[in-house]
């Protein structure tokens, strides 16, 4: 099944489904489907085509979505990137995915057209938004082209449908390329395993240059249910949203349930019609996964732990039984621990022992994995070994055969010839009344070879060092080599969009004080 085929056929089942909520712009499914047909022949009289790589640069919105299926049409390559790039950014993915074309848009302009200067080959300049630049064709002119017949030729599944580039939180950002039969593959999985049911309502607010929000728009279509785009995050404007709209299942990262449970008059809102909630990109503490049953009392609550390079690993449908628990292996999935070591290349056979910190792998053999990077044959041969992919991410497995995701590799502190991960001691720091947030890191020492260093974003009204010292000791969850030598008090813990903690930037001094 390829991607433009699926939204022709919901087109014929749901014709008159809502599909597309953008601000004031409704569209249903046949409606939508003929704006993305007449978009498709447009593009393709401008010379664009199957294999040509075609950047989307903008944030969620009906024009991102309707041009995104109108290359699938094509057989073109969706690569959608992160809007807040810097230039030099932007001008790497370009680049590197040699694409021939780009849509943009206001929010985006300066970064866009700076990158552009070195670029001559990305010929086909498309901008969303009022006051085109110069030498750009304005993205409603072609979708308004009248055109009824049907795009021609047939898209195979093997074929790439976009390229997702990483989120970089080590050096430049790396292209995976995904099928439509991943694609595919990875929508039904995320049906079944979130208890979807035909005609969902979605709050589009995870970015589309990520996993989370592809999963999301894909699950959509193929249900007949709405996106409702949300393109800047606020919470009391996404509470307000979710009670206009009657969305019905909510896929965030905790850090934006956090701020749905404490917006400005959420408490009052009628949020009865989100019945279930999934989550994934980063933990959950165990406070927030019970303030989230508190408050919407789900059918359904999911942790979802996948990668770009493999959608799904694993879920977890207990979470309020088991908080932070990363659950079985996911519907495509086949999953192994094996010996963490970063200093040499372990195989998939070397298992760790019952219980053991180990890494993760998983199978090659899912429908929702990718076989390598773009143009990154020395990351594909150290990512990809006898048929597993090596994710980098610690975990176990509990006496019932749970897993549980500590962190990555290279995130292991070594402090007086211990092993200590931050995210064990970063589940403590978290239960401080006092603490907003927080991350740990290993930095050097000259006693212990690295210390256990906190970075924590206090609550208002602040709290001492020391308090958060005698709160580790009295927890009864740190042994003394595991806790914090040191306390850092910042304005914020950098992230990536999908909530990943950037240690690197800690461990470089990138931060503001608080």
């Not at 978009?39 to 009906?62: I, M, P, Q, T």
């Not at 010292?469 to 306390?487: H, I, Q, T, W, Y």
């Amino acid at each position: 099944m390829d991607l433009g085929t699926l939204l022709r056929l919901t087109a014929e089942r749901f014709p008159e489904n809502e599909a597309v909520v953008d601000g004031d712009l409704r569209l249903t499914y046949a409606a939508w489907d003929a704006r993305v047909n007449a978009l498709a022949h447009a593009l393709r009289a401008r010379g664009l085509g199957r294999g040509d790589r075609f950047v989307l640069c903008l944030k969620n919105s009906e024009e991102w979505l309707t041009t995104y299926f109108a290359l699938q049409r094509l057989g073109a390559i969706a690569v959608p990137i992160n809007f807040r790039f810097a230039p030099n950014e932007v001008r790497h993915c370009l680049g590197d995915a040699g694409a021939a074309g780009i849509l943009f848009e206001p929010a985006t302009r300066a970064a866009v057209l700076e990158a552009l200067r070195d670029l001559p080959a990305c010929r086909l300049r498309v901008f969303a938004g009022p006051d085109p630049p110069p030498a750009t064709i304005p993205v409603e002119a072609l979708a308004e082209a009248a055109c009824p017949e049907p795009v021609e030729g047939r898209v195979d599944e093997g074929e790439p449908s976009l390229i997702l580039y990483t989120s970089g939180t080590t050096g430049r950002p790396k292209g995976v390329p995904r099928t439509h039969k991943n694609a595919h593959a990875g929508a039904l999985a995320h049906i079944v395993q979130c208890g979807y049911a035909w005609e969902e309502r979605n709050l589009g607010i995870m970015p589309l240059y990520h996993t989370m929000g592809i999963h999301s728009l894909h699950s959509m279509v193929m249900l007949g249910g709405a996106t409702v785009a949300m393109r800047d995050w606020d919470a009391a404007a996404a509470v307000a949203l979710i009670a206009r709209e009657r969305i019905s299942v909510l896929y965030l990262v905790p850090t934006l349930f956090y701020d749905l449970l404490r917006a400005p008059h959420g408490a009052g809102a009628d949020l009865s019609c989100v019945r279930k909630l999934a989550y994934a990109g980063a933990p959950m503490t165990s406070s927030l996964t019970e303030a989230c049953v508190q408050r919407f009392h789900p059918q359904v609550f999911v942790n979802h732990y996948g990668s770009t390079e493999i959608y799904t690993f694993s879920v977890c449908d207990r979470v309020a039984a088991k908080p932070g628990c990363a659950g079985r292996p996911g519907l495509h999935a086949a999953l192994r621990i094996v010996t963490a070591d970063p200093e040499r290349r372990v195989l998939p056979h070397e298992a760790a022992k019952p219980g053991e910190l180990g890494e993760v792998i998983a199978s090659l053999t899912s429908d929702e994995a990718f076989r390598g990077y773009w143009n990154r044959p020395e990351a594909t041969a150290k990512a990809l070994r006898d048929g597993w992919y090596f994710t980098g991410d610690l975990g176990y497995l509990d006496r019932e055969g749970d897993l549980y995701v500590s962190g990555r590799v290279d995130d292991m502190i070594i402090s007086g010839g211990e092993n200590i991960h931050p995210t064990e001691v970063e589940d403590v720091l978290a239960r401080h009344p006092q603490v907003l947030d927080a991350a740990v890191v290993g930095t050097p020492d000259e006693k212990w070879g690295q210390k256990v260093t906190a970075f924590v974003v206090p609550a208002e009204g602040g709290v001492a060092a020391e308090a958060i010292a005698a709160f580790c000791k009295d927890s009864g969850d740190l042994a003394p080599f595991k806790r914090p030598r040191e306390v850092i008090f910042v304005k914020a813990i950098p992230k990536t969009a999908s909530g990943k903690i950037l240690r690197r930037l800690l461990r470089d001094g990138r931060y503001e004080r608080a």
